[in-house]
């Protein structure tokens, strides 16, 4: 069965300093891997996915993500985090629809 | 354009009581998505479509029910509520083999 795994129930950095947001999957198969971010209530939106092609991929908001095979993982990061970043991110996997993890809550310090 | 959108909003329901609720997609996409999120468990697919006339079920459909008459329009049905179908409930919308589209949600909660 496909998975993913976000290890990291909160992430708290410093506003101005680079951020990861981790993520590990398991599938069968070549991955579909998809980063989204979520406000307080508010739905979902998309930040960035990696198909095929480059193992960086860059996204939204100056996020971008770096699919490593080998570790089968798919981290999301950003260069300098800004205190507007705080919110929670999920990383998927396309099966079905999308298999979720279960989300990094980022808090961004001022 | 108004995207992916939800009806309704909040609801409060008592246990053994029925509703249902409307999702409705403006961009002609093929795939519609039902799922819902608990605290600490991310989002779970309940219920999914790759096409007008077309449901099957998803990880979590105990307990739902869905119908997809018209293309724009995915509709989830409780029959009879119970408390563990609180939560907050997001349909999705997606062309092909891009990204989903997210609704605003709706939050349930069951006495």
């Known amino acids: 069965a496909q998975s993913v795994a976000q290890p990291e129930d909160q992430v708290n950095v410093a506003e101005g300093n680079p951020l990861t947001v981790k993520c590990t999957y398991s599938?069968?198969?070549?991955?579909?891997l998809f980063w989204y971010v979520q406000y307080p209530n508010r739905g979902l939106q998309f930040l960035l996915k990696?198909?095929?092609?480059?193992?960086l991929v860059k996204g939204s908001y100056g996020f971008e993500a770096e699919f490593n095979k080998s570790q089968t993982s798919f981290h999301l990061k950003k260069p300098s985090a800004l205190v507007s970043d705080s919110a929670l991110y999920f990383c998927?996997?396309?099966?079905?629809?999308?298999?979720f993890g279960t989300g990094t809550r980022l808090k961004v310090l001022a | 354009n108004a995207g992916v959108t939800q009806t309704p909003k909040f609801r409060v329901l008592k246990t053994g009581q029925s509703m249902t609720l409307l999702c409705a997609q403006d961009m002609n996409h093929e795939y519609m998505y039902w799922y819902r999120q608990d605290p600490g468990m991310g989002l779970r697919l309940i219920h999914y479509s790759v096409g007008e006339g077309t449901t099957a079920k998803g990880e979590v459909p105990d307990g739902y029910n869905v119908s997809r008459l018209k293309k724009q329009n995915f509709l989830l049905g409780l029959e009879s509520a119970a408390p563990s179908q609180t939560s907050v409930y997001f349909c999705a919308s997606q062309a092909s083999y891009n990204e989903q589209f997210f609704g605003p949600g709706t939050r349930l909660t069951v006495l």
């Open positions: 998927a996997v396309r099966d079905l629809g999308y298999i």
């Open positions: 599938v069968s198969g070549n991955p579909y």
């Open positions: 990696y198909i095929t092609g480059d193992n």
